[in-house]
């Protein structure tokens, strides 16, 4: 069965700086990997979705990710970080229906 | 255009009790799944569905029952309630089963005491 996961669970950044948050995953076949965003007390936001083509990936709000076959990771990036960008971050994988959610991971951006 | 509606946003129940979890959507999506989040475990697939009078099993649904009767509504049903089930509940929809992005309504947080 198809996984992802993030193996941080707190990411800290100063506003202005670039950020990462780190995700990888395990598939079978083709990845169909996706980000997510949620702030406090809201459901999850669609960022940017993978599924074939350019590696690199751009979303919503100025964020991007690096699809990496051979390291099979997708981390999600944004050159100059703002504190509106403090929020739970998710990684996801879909196959066949399911999609799978990593466990999060929260970003914090200090003024 | 509403999205994915959930109601109640609240709930606390006694254990052993039932209560049904609504979830509509106006987008005529043919996919819905309910998920739970816990601290820690991100957001775990209870059930889902890939259309009208089809549904299945996710990861955790013990404890839980769904049906599908039209293309619009996906009710969870919490059969007996317990402690283990206080979490956050999320419906979802997307347009297809397969590679499109999911929209999540606002959540009901339920608590069992």
């Known amino acids: 069965a198809q996984s992802v996961a993030q193996p941080e669970d707190q990411v800290n950044v100063a506003e202005g700086n670039p950020l990462t948050v780190k995700c990888t995953y395990s598939v079978s076949g083709n990845p169909y990997l996706f980000w997510y965003v949620q702030y406090p007390n809201r459901g999850l936001q669609f960022l940017l979705k993978y599924i074939t083509g350019d590696n690199l990936v751009k979303g919503s709000y100025g964020f991007e990710a690096e699809f990496n076959k051979s390291q099979t990771s997708f981390h999600l990036k944004k050159p100059s970080a703002l504190v509106s960008d403090s929020a739970l971050y998710f990684c996801a994988v879909r196959d066949e229906g399911d999609m799978r959610f990593g466990a999060g991971t929260r970003l914090t951006v200090k003024p | 255009n509403a999205g994915v509606t959930q109601t109640p946003k609240f709930q606390v129940l006694k254990t052993g009790q039932s209560m049904t979890l609504q979830c509509a959507q106006d987008m005529n999506h043919e996919y819905m799944s309910w998920y739970r989040q816990d601290p820690g475990m991100g957001l775990r697939l209870i059930h889902y569905?890939?259309?009208?009078?089809?549904?299945d099993q996710g990861e955790v649904p013990n404890g839980y029952n769904v049906s599908r009767s039209t293309t619009e509504d996906f009710p969870l049903r919490l059969l007996s309630a317990a402690p283990s089930q206080t979490s956050v509940y999320f419906c979802?929809?997307?347009?297809?089963?397969?590679?499109?992005?999911?929209?999540f309504g606002s959540g009901t947080q339920l608590s069992v005491l």
């Open positions: 979802a929809s997307s347009l297809s089963p397969m590679n499109e992005k999911l929209f």
């Open positions: 569905s890939v259309g009208a009078g089809i549904t």
